[in-house]
């Protein structure tokens, strides 16, 4: 496993834990460790399971985030690498 894929979400926002940036960069760690761990463990159905909810769960953090707060949103998106942006 490599552990240089892994952002430190403790770098990007140190103080604010229950932010919705901390949130959502938190599940994006949790993102990666399980589909590095789901390319030798194809089978682990689980695992599948709970990546699923915790992608639904970032996906509602995302749209809400996007909903108050666009800057912080796009900001977001361009440092942990999640989404491209569409051109408006």
């Known amino acids: 496993m490599s ?6 979400s403790s770098l990007l926002f140190k103080e604010q834990t229950g932010s919705v940036e901390f949130q959502i960069s938190h599940l994006t760690n949790k993102v990666l460790k ?31 985030l996007s909903q108050t707060n666009l800057t912080n949103y796009e900001n977001l998106i361009n440092k942990l690498n999640i989404r491209k942006l569409k051109m408006r």
């Open 3 to 8: 552990k240089k894929i892994f952002i430190s």
């Open 34 to 64: 399980l589909t590095d761990h789901l390319k030798f463990h194809s089978k682990d159905y689980s695992s599948q399971r709970g990546l699923w909810k915790i992608l639904g769960k970032r996906k509602r953090l995302l749209s809400y």
